[in-house]
């Protein structure tokens, strides 16, 4: 009994109840809806996830299936330029594994976006960011690690996570929504599993901070 009880802690270890499976299996069941397992994958998968005892084992088996929305080739979103004529580059996705990175300031986001943090942190900043669509779709999951998305007063947001012993939440107002029949929608999908994914509507940078009331 020493010897076990002077191991690290290991989250990973953890043992899982029926109401974590299930998530997982809703997953499975999601992306098999999407085409992107076919019925005997979903089969194995499901499988393996009702005989799994830990958090680590439901790890690879969903590994591969971060974000639950349609997934666009990984491909740049077209270069568009600021009204002072600086590129503003695209990214089709944001990676962060054991490490960190952060999408700030004038960046062109496609339609569908993809941001997936294992052990580590992604923060992805929408308020100088120029859309490609009027409804942007950010399929954002973690593994241990953090996603943060950071939006602007004006928009429209729609948080629509899977937490398995994690949080995916959209936080309180930093200012006050300013939000019209004209304004741009995110939607935010996907899943933290023992990590989280949070969404904060944050006022414009370097607004100073005697204008945000209350906030």
Not at 61 to 67: A, H, W
Not at 80 to 106: D, F, N, Y
Not at 114 to 132: K, P, Y
Not at 158 to 172: L, R, Y
């Amino acid at each position: 009994m020493g010897e076990i009880e002077n191991r690290p802690h290991d989250p990973s270890q953890m043992r899982i109840s029926d109401a974590d499976r299930q998530r997982v299996a809703d997953v499975l069941r999601d992306a098999a809806g999407d085409g992107r397992l076919d019925l005997d994958e979903l089969e194995e998968r499901l499988e393996l996830t009702f005989a799994a005892k830990t958090y680590g084992e439901l790890v690879p088996i969903t590994l591969d299936l971060q974000s639950t929305g349609p997934v666009t080739p990984p491909t740049a979103a077209p270069v568009r330029r600021t009204p002072a004529g600086v590129p503003a580059v695209g990214h089709a996705s944001s990676t962060a594994i054991m490490g960190e990175c952060k999408r700030q300031g004038v960046w062109s986001v496609p339609e569908n976006h993809s941001a997936f943090a294992l052990m580590g942190s992604v923060v992805i900043d929408l308020r100088e960011a120029q859309l490609s669509s009027h409804h942007t779709q950010i399929n954002a999951s973690t593994i241990m690690g953090e996603v943060k998305i950071i939006v602007p007063a004006h928009m429209h947001v729609i948080v629509d996570g899977t937490p398995i012993m994690g949080e995916f939440a959209q936080q309180k107002d930093k200012t006050p929504a300013e939000v019209g029949p004209d304004s741009p929608t995110v939607r935010i999908r996907g899943m933290a599993l023992m990590g989280s994914v949070n969404v904060q509507r944050q006022p414009a940078p370097g607004t100073p901070k005697k204008f945000l009331g209350s906030y």
